[in-house]
Each structure stands twice: as structure tokens, then as C-alpha cells.
């Protein structure tokens, strides 16, 4: 019995093989891995001959029967891992390696602060007044050699004039860039949230050139003419000072586009004007009156930046820009001699 059970056996086994050979598996042949007591997971070994099929019953304590549908790597059940990760796995985790990279690196973005922007803002503001400082004393001694010559004194009129005009071109001195903004950052610009209380746009065609700049050259006139004719003083330079800073925050603002910062800079402005006020007041009681009306457009405007700076926060990070400078790649402080250089370097590679 026993020898015809194994002639059965045999022939089954040659059977199936002629069967398996035929099949589209019949290029892999299966191998049971056993620990002794069981049998573990069918493993395929590939070869580049045809193999036949062997089926495989459970012996040695028994164990599942491998199936020619296993096409998959998996490991064995002998304490190693000979298993591939299948691709699915390796995407996930390239994804998450990625995800955990480009996380870490827009924390550390905001990380260190950016010392060489606020140095060349200090320059920037520094050299502006300086600059300034040195035409008004130039202009004090033509000025004063004019009235020694023809005994005469320049109206208020004619300083009302020049310094409306000295306050559109301030930025003229300026060594940081002021430029206008093109049409399609302004675009990108206008594409931020606004706080639902802000005025429409004719109201700051009206406050900032009409009544802003107007109340400014007019109360600097006045001081001007009560100090003989001099601009190169501690009210008229302070009232320089406040133009300076403003010219900082149009370069932050406008171009740069430094949500946080600007929030800074609009109320260093607002301190400026207040000490502005202060030292007109010491010359003329009647000019830093005047003056001080425009603190209430200016407390309007440091408001409004606030707010739009809480309802816009970054969109890398999710949080609020940094009020600090901070280096990121998509914020770059340039004098105005650098900012030719990248299309300088573009022709020249071309």
C-alpha cells in the first residue's frame, strides 16, 4: 500500500508539473522555507528557464500549501528579512521624508534673524540724512548770501513750495529702492485680506498728497521762516527724519513686501512724528498744532497695518510674519546699485 500510494504521488506531482508548465507562472517556481515545525511564507525565485510547477502539500508538522497566485516578495519566517519594500511603501515614505524636510526648513527660515537687511536699513536711513543735512546746509549759505546781497527775505509762499515738492522726492537721497511697484506685484499685492473698516482708495488720494503732505510743508514753511530762512535745524531736520522713515517703509512695504516689519516701521513713524510735533511747537506754537491733526490719519494707518498684518499670515508657515527681519528666500535687502546687478549677470551669462 505504501508503494502505491507513493507511485500515485509521483504521478500526480508529473502531471501537475505538465500542467503548471503551460501556464503564465510557469516561469517561477515556489520553495517552502521551513523552521522545523512549520512551514512559512511562500517565497518566488525567479529563473530565466522555464520551471515546472510543484505543488506543495503540508509535511513536517504540517504548514499552508503555497499557491501559484503568490507573486509578491515577503519575508521569511528563518529570523532574517529578505523581503523588498514595494513601491507603494517607498513613495509614502519619500513623501514623508519630503514633507518632514521642507517643514523643517521653513521653521529654521524664520529662525535666524537677518542682521544684514537691518544693517543696510540703518545705512540706508543714515546715509539719507546725511545726504539731506548737507544740501539744506549748502542751501542755508546761498540762501543767506542772497539775503546779505539784496536785503531781502524769501516768503513763506516760496518755502511752502519747495518743501512740498522736497517731500514727493525724498526718496531721491534715499540709496535704498523706492520704486513703484509694477502691475503685477501689485496684483499679488492686492490679493491679501484687507480689514473690512478699510476706506476706499479716494480716501488716501485725498489725505496722504492733499492734507498729509500739505500740513507738512506748511507747518515746515512756518518754522523756516521764523528761523531766517535756515533749513539745516533740529525741527526741520527732525521733520526730515520722519520723511526718512517713511521712504523706509514704502522700500519694506512696497517693495520688499515685509508684512511684520512694516507694522514696526509705521510706528517708529508714528514717534517721529510726535517728536516732530514737539520740536515745530518749540519754533511755532501754531505749526505743531497744525501738524498734530495729521496724528490722527497716521494712528488710522498704523491700525489698519496692524490688522492686515493679524489676518494675513504666512503661507508656508501658517504663522504671522515676523515682525523682526528674518531670512527667508523670498525677501532680499539690495541697495539700489545691487538691484541692477542679477540682470547685469543674466545678459552676461546669455
Not at 140 to 168: C, E, G, S
Not at 195 to 204: D, E, L, N, Q, R
Not at 224 to 249: C, D, E, F, K
Request: with cysteine; glycine share 6%; net charge positive.
Amino acid at each position: 500500500k505504501t508503494m502505491t500510494v507513493t507511485v500515485q504521488c509521483r504521478v500526480l506531482i508529473l502531471l501537475a508539473g505538465l500542467v503548471g508548465s503551460a501556464t503564465p507562472f510557469s516561469h517561477g517556481r515556489i520553495q517552502l522555507h521551513h523552521n522545523g515545525v512549520a512551514a512559512s511564507t511562500a517565497t518566488i525565485i525567479r529563473s530565466n528557464t522555464p520551471q515546472p510547477f510543484l505543488p506543495s502539500s503540508p509535511w513536517r508538522g504540517g504548514g499552508a500549501v503555497a499557491s501559484p497566485m503568490t507573486r509578491r516578495y515577503e519575508s521569511v519566517d528563518d529570523g532574517s528579512d529578505t523581503g523588498a519594500p514595494s513601491q507603494d511603501e517607498t513613495t509614502e515614505s519619500t513623501t514623508t521624508t519630503t514633507t518632514t524636510t521642507t517643514t523643517t526648513e521653513t521653521r529654521a527660515l524664520y529662525t535666524q534673524i537677518d542682521w544684514a537687511a537691518l544693517a543696510k536699513y540703518s545705512v540706508g536711513l543714515a546715509t539719507q540724512m546725511a545726504l539731506i543735512y548737507s544740501t539744506f546746509t549748502v542751501l542755508d549759505k546761498v540762501i543767506a548770501m542772497a539775503q546779505r546781497k539784496w536785503a531781502f527775505q524769501i516768503p513763506t509762499a516760496i518755502h511752502f513750495v519747495f518743501l512740498y515738492a522736497f517731500n514727493l522726492r525724498t526718496s531721491f537721497f534715499s540709496i535704498l529702492p523706492n520704486q513703484k511697484p509694477t502691475q503685477e506685484d501689485n496684483w499679488a499685492y492686492e490679493k491679501r485680506k484687507v480689514p473690512s473698516w478699510t476706506p476706499p482708495g479716494i480716501v488716501f488720494a485725498i489725505m496722504w498728497p492733499l492734507v498729509v503732505f500739505g500740513l507738512r510743508a506748511a507747518t515746515g514753511a512756518m518754522v523756516v521762516a521764523q528761523s531766517a530762512g535756515r533749513y539745516a535745524t533740529t525741527p526741520i531736520m527732525t521733520l526730515m527724519l520722519h520723511l526718512g522713515v517713511a521712504n523706509l517703509w514704502n522700500t519694506v512695504n512696497n517693495v520688499e513686501r515685509r508684512l511684520g516689519f512694516s507694522v514696526i516701521l509705521l510706528y517708529l513713524l508714528w514717534l517721529t512724528k510726535v517728536a516732530t510735533i514737539v520740536q515745530l511747537y518749540r519754533v511755532s506754537p501754531l505749526a505743531g498744532k497744525l501738524l498734530a491733526i495729521t496724528m490722527t490719519w497716521l494712528t488710522a494707518a498704523a491700525a489698519l497695518e496692524t490688522n492686515t498684518w493679524l489676518i494675513n499670515p504666512d503661507a508656508l508657515s501658517g504663522k504671522l510674519e515676523p515682525l523682526i527681519p528674518r531670512k527667508h528666500p523670498k525677501w532680499k535687502t539690495v541697495f539700489r546699485w545691487e538691484q541692477q546687478q542679477p540682470k547685469e549677470d543674466e545678459e552676461a551669462s546669455t
